[in-house]
């Protein structure tokens, strides 16, 4: 089973960019389905962009679609959100995750913050 790391979160400005990052370790990260998820203050946590285990298929939210995308390097154990034109209501704690299956998902990351300013 892997674990998961996130990291890139901060504080930045409406129309700024961020990049997440997540490292993985074990040796079976390839096999693994990879999305990204977000939880604001008082809401229930929702889904944000996932990529199939070899990275040819995305799936976005359309609150994202457009602005965000979901990468990953199965050589180095990692995946990436890119966030660009951020908006304030992008602000949550963002959770890395994975699973054997697309939209099921059995490990989680930590979370990382993410704050945009109006």
Known sequence: QVQLVESGGGLV?????LRLSCAASGRTFST??????R???GKEREF????????????????VKGRFTISR??????????????K???????YCAAG?????????????????SS
């Open 32 to 37: 693994y389905h990879m999305g990204w998820f």
């Open 73 to 86: 390097d199965n050589a180095k154990n990692m995946v990436a959100l890119q966030m660009n034109s951020l």
């Open 13 to 17: 400005q409406a129309g700024g960019s």
């Open 48 to 63: 944000v962009a996932r990529i199939s285990s070899g990275g040819s298929s995305t799936f976005y939210a359309d609150s």
């Open 88 to 94: 304030p209501e992008d602000t949550a704690v963002y």
């Open 100 to 116: 054997f299956y697309a939209s099921s998902y059995n490990t989680w990351g930590q979370g990382t913050q993410v704050t945009v």
């Open 39 to 41: 939880q604001a203050p």
